[in-house]
């Protein structure tokens, strides 16, 4: 069983970057597709940004194109998120999650694993 454990997070200006990190236990990580997803407070879980299970393709929520950069590495097991331009409206706790197939989803409901996600505070 894989495990998901996100890093990065924390407090930063508007205009500044983090980079959020998704590291994987467990079975090999490259079998699964991973998406990023962000949770503000009184307010739904959303999809943030995807990776394919080959690292090929790519999907970001409208929100943030531009600005994040999704990414893995499959030799460390781990899928970044680069956050640059940071705008106080990304506010939120940020989630991976992974689903054992090639296809990146955008729906939170077809990942199979999620991490315990990582506080992403901006301040203007």
């Known amino acids: 069983q894989v495990q998901l454990l996100e890093s990065g997070g924390g407090l930063v200006q508007a205009g500044g970057s983090l980079r959020l990190s998704c590291a994987a236990s467990g079975r090999t990580v490259p079998r699964y597709s991973i998406g990023w997803f962000r949770q503000a407070p009184g307010e739904e879980r959303v999809f943030v940004a995807g990776?394919?299970?080959?690292?090929?393709?790519?999907e970001y929520r409208h929100s943030v194109k531009g600005r994040f950069t999704i990414s893995r590495d499959a030799a460390k097991n781990t899928v970044y998120l680069q956050m640059n331009n940071l705008k106080p409206e990304d506010t939120a706790v940020y989630y991976c999650?992974?689903?054992?197939?090639?296809?990146?989803?955008?729906?939170?409901?077809?990942?199979?694993?999620w991490g315990q996600g990582t506080q992403v505070t901006v301040s203007a």
């Open positions: 999650a992974g689903r054992e197939t090639a296809a990146i989803f955008t729906v939170k409901g077809y990942y199979q694993i």
């Open positions: 990776v394919s299970r080959d690292g090929i393709n790519t």
